[in-house]
Structures are given as structure tokens and as C-alpha cells.
């Protein structure tokens, strides 16, 4: 009986300890998994921050002469109806090419200019536009991944504090049964958070000195959780507002200026090599440069949503070198058509804005 007991034993050992190593293994496999996950990710998230934060004065920047205006045979945009090409007051009258802008925070014009990013002190142009939405993207991946094996231990503690706060009389006296719970920190849902946070502090009172610590609930992870939330959604909504405007050919200043101040002062010259010639005899002007202003309501680079699109995700990760030539922005060919079937063009030495409406 005595053998049997022993050997009973020696079996409930060995399993137990089987069972130790297993555990041990399934944590380690699982630590090797989150490792192997977390790392990669911040590395990348860490490599996009800064390849947005460099070239602060430096990239972007238009470095072309200006051109000869008489020898451009594409239609592009100018500021009036002699078919000038705009030129910065702030950086001693030098070009500014179609699409560009002064940056007053980093003091120099940027082509295709976006937004000046204060999160990475930088101007994020539409060739840095591929690194800024990896950026606003990852963010909450990295936000998700990273919080992964506390998920199961924070949602029960959210839950304990909420019933806690609930049942405590001095949490009742002081935010649930006070009408202002309602109102002053967010709404409903603000009542729910503050209510919780109020169960974590009195937790805090009661806590067990024998669990180890992730097991005690705390208010600061809480916040601090809820801090990245917040964040992520602010991070995955901005993605989503700045692709909703490059979609449709706008930068965010575009999208802003289409919003709010209506720019109507834009034209485009198309050079006489470009104007529809079967017009013929019918339209004189049509052998000389027109100038047309673009409607309030057009966009003038907007390609179609895919066009749009590709444009974005085709170009490099990486800056375009400083000495490549320039480009000149391709403008909507359904605003072009418009502008070249607009019967009474401007001629160069004209004065008067002639459009069609
Ligand atoms: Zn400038
Ligand atoms: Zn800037």
C-alpha cells in the first residue's frame, strides 16, 4: 500500500512537473511570439518617424531656376493672366513652383507641400506622404500588439472598478448621484471613465500585498492605456481625413482652401502649342498662349481616385535626390478640356480675365 502511495506520488510529480515545463515552454513560445511581433514593429515605426523628422531645411525644397515662361510647351498654373510663375517674397523672389508652399514654421518653401507636421516638426510633403500615413497607421497597430498580454488582466480590472465604484457610498455621493456627472467630464461616456477611475483609487486602498504587482489594479496603467487609445483613434482618424483629400487630387491645404477660403485666384496658361487647333479661323486667339482661371470648384490636379491613389503609393519610400529635374505636376484633363473649349481665351498681352462664366 505503502509502494503504491509512493509511486502514486513519484506519477503526481513527474506530471506536475511536466506540466511546469509546458507552461514554461507555452510562456516562453508565447514571449518569443510578442517579441518577434513588438520588435520588427517599433523598429519600423522608429525608421518612418525618422525619415519624416530629417531634412528639416533641407528636403523638398525647390532648387530650379526659373523657368522661361515663352519656352514652357505643357499647360501649368500661374498667378495672372500674363502667364507669370509664382516667386516667394520670403526666400528673395526665388521660384515657386506649381503645388508649393512657404512653410513659416521651417522658414522655406516645400514642394508639394501638405501640412507642417508639429508631431515631427517637419513639413510632410506628397513624396514623404507614403512614410506620414505608414506612420499614422502603425501607430495603433503598435498600440494594439504592444497591449496584447494585458488585455484579459485590464478588462477584469476595468470591470472590478466599475463595480467597486458602483457599490462604494462615497463614489455614490460624489459622482454618480451628482447630476454634473453627467455633464462635466464628456458625457455619458466621460461619466462611465471618471466613475471607473474613481473604483481604481479606491482599490488602491484595498490592495492585496501577496498578488504580484500587474494583478493589483492601477489607476496610472489605466490612464495610461486610455491615453493610447485616445491617441490611436486620433492617429487612425487623421489617416483616414488625409486620404479622404488625396483621393480626390487635394493636399491638405488644398482640402482647406476648398473648404473654407474658396481660392479663386488660380489660372493655367496653355501654350499655344496645346490650344485646340480645329478650331482654326473660327477662334484667332487659339494660335496664341491662353489663359484661363480655374473654377472655385475644380480641382486642378485631380487625376481620378485611382490615378490619385497609385501617384502616392508608387512613389519611393525615399526622398527624390536634390539634383533630379523638375516635374511638372500633371493637370486634370477634364479641367483642361473645359479650359481649351472656353471660347474667348486671354492673349498674353491682355489685361482682362475673359471665362466662361
Ligand atoms: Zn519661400
Ligand atoms: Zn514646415
Given at each position: 500500500?505503502?509502494?503504491?502511495?509512493?509511486?502514486?506520488?513519484?506519477?503526481?510529480?513527474?506530471?506536475?512537473?511536466?506540466?511546469?515545463?509546458?507552461?514554461?515552454?507555452?510562456?516562453?513560445?508565447?514571449?518569443?511570439?510578442?517579441?518577434?511581433?513588438?520588435?520588427?514593429?517599433?523598429?519600423?515605426?522608429?525608421?518612418?518617424?525618422?525619415?519624416?523628422?530629417?531634412?528639416?531645411?533641407?528636403?523638398?525644397?525647390?532648387?530650379?531656376?526659373?523657368?522661361?515662361?515663352?519656352?514652357?510647351?505643357?499647360?501649368?498654373?500661374?498667378?495672372?493672366?500674363?502667364?507669370?510663375?509664382?516667386?516667394?517674397?520670403?526666400?528673395?523672389?526665388?521660384?515657386?513652383?506649381?503645388?508649393?508652399?512657404?512653410?513659416?514654421?521651417?522658414?522655406?518653401?516645400?514642394?508639394?507641400?501638405?501640412?507642417?507636421?508639429?508631431?515631427?516638426?517637419?513639413?510632410?510633403?506628397?513624396?514623404?506622404?507614403?512614410?506620414?500615413?505608414?506612420?499614422?497607421?502603425?501607430?495603433?497597430?503598435?498600440?494594439?500588439?504592444?497591449?496584447?498580454?494585458?488585455?484579459?488582466?485590464?478588462?477584469?480590472?476595468?470591470?472590478?472598478?466599475?463595480?467597486?465604484?458602483?457599490?462604494?457610498?462615497?463614489?455614490?455621493?460624489?459622482?454618480?448621484?451628482?447630476?454634473?456627472?453627467?455633464?462635466?467630464?464628456?458625457?455619458?461616456?466621460?461619466?462611465?471613465?471618471?466613475?471607473?477611475?474613481?473604483?481604481?483609487?479606491?482599490?488602491?486602498?484595498?490592495?492585496?500585498?501577496?498578488?504580484?504587482?500587474?494583478?493589483?489594479?492601477?489607476?496610472?496603467?489605466?490612464?495610461?492605456?486610455?491615453?493610447?487609445?485616445?491617441?490611436?483613434?486620433?492617429?487612425?482618424?487623421?489617416?483616414?481625413?488625409?486620404?479622404?483629400?488625396?483621393?480626390?487630387g487635394?493636399?491638405?491645404?488644398?482640402?482647406?482652401?476648398?473648404?473654407?477660403?474658396?481660392?479663386?485666384?488660380?489660372?493655367?496658361?496653355?501654350?499655344?502649342?496645346?490650344?485646340?487647333?480645329?478650331?482654326?479661323?473660327?477662334?484667332?486667339?487659339?494660335?496664341?498662349?491662353?489663359?484661363?482661371?480655374?473654377?472655385?470648384?475644380?480641382r486642378l490636379y485631380d487625376?481620378?481616385?485611382?490615378?490619385?491613389?497609385?501617384?502616392?503609393?508608387?512613389?519611393?519610400?525615399?526622398?527624390?535626390?536634390?539634383?533630379?529635374?523638375?516635374?511638372?505636376p500633371?493637370?486634370n484633363?477634364?479641367?483642361?478640356?473645359?479650359?481649351?473649349?472656353?471660347?474667348?481665351?486671354?492673349?498674353?498681352?491682355?489685361?482682362?480675365?475673359?471665362?466662361?462664366?
Amino acid at each position: 500500500m505503502a509502494h503504491t502511495s509512493s509511486r502514486t506520488k513519484s506519477i503526481w510529480r513527474y506530471h506536475h512537473s511536466l506540466e511546469l515545463q509546458l507552461q514554461f515552454k507555452s510562456k516562453f513560445g508565447s514571449l518569443g511570439l510578442y517579441f518577434a511581433a513588438v520588435l520588427p514593429l517599433f523598429s519600423l515605426l522608429g525608421l518612418v518617424y525618422v525619415s519624416l523628422v530629417v531634412g528639416r531645411t533641407t528636403h523638398n525644397t525647390p532648387r530650379h531656376p526659373m523657368p522661361d515662361k515663352d519656352e514652357l510647351t505643357e499647360p501649368y498654373e500661374c498667378i495672372n493672366l500674363e502667364g507669370d510663375l509664382a516667386t516667394c517674397s520670403k526666400c528673395d523672389g526665388a521660384w515657386k513652383p506649381p503645388r508649393s508652399h512657404h512653410c513659416s514654421t521651417c522658414g522655406v518653401c516645400r514642394m508639394e507641400f501638405d501640412h507642417h507636421c508639429p508631431w515631427v516638426g517637419n513639413c510632410v510633403t506628397r513624396a514623404r506622404m507614403k512614410n506620414f500615413l505608414a506612420l499614422l497607421l502603425l501607430t495603433p497597430i503598435a498600440y494594439l500588439v504592444v497591449l496584447l498580454p494585458i488585455y484579459p488582466t485590464l478588462l477584469r480590472h476595468m470591470s472590478l472598478a466599475l463595480t467597486t465604484s458602483h457599490v462604494d457610498a462615497w463614489a455614490n455621493q460624489v459622482w454618480w448621484d451628482w447630476y454634473g456627472s453627467w455633464i462635466f467630464f464628456g458625457g455619458p461616456f466621460g461619466r462611465w471613465i471618471f466613475g471607473m477611475a474613481l473604483g481604481f483609487r479606491i482599490l488602491k486602498t484595498q490592495r492585496k500585498p501577496d498578488l504580484p504587482l500587474i494583478e493589483q489594479p492601477s489607476l496610472r496603467l489605466f490612464v495610461i492605456c486610455a491615453l493610447g487609445l485616445l491617441f490611436s483613434v486620433f492617429t487612425l482618424t487623421l489617416a483616414l481625413w488625409t486620404m479622404k483629400d488625396l483621393v480626390r487630387g487635394l493636399t491638405t491645404l488644398d482640402g482647406m482652401q476648398e473648404r473654407h477660403t474658396k481660392n479663386t485666384s488660380r489660372f493655367v496658361c496653355i501654350p499655344s502649342e496645346n490650344v485646340d487647333s480645329s478650331r482654326g479661323a473660327e477662334d484667332a486667339a487659339a494660335t496664341r498662349n491662353k489663359i484661363v482661371a480655374v473654377l472655385p470648384e475644380e480641382r486642378l490636379y485631380d487625376l481620378g481616385t485611382w490615378s490619385n491613389l497609385c501617384d502616392i503609393l508608387e512613389r519611393p519610400w525615399r526622398d527624390p535626390p536634390s539634383t533630379a529635374s523638375y516635374k511638372w505636376p500633371q493637370v486634370n484633363p477634364t479641367v483642361l478640356d473645359r479650359m481649351r473649349k472656353t471660347k474667348k481665351s486671354v492673349p498674353s498681352d491682355n489685361s482682362i480675365a475673359e471665362t466662361d462664366n
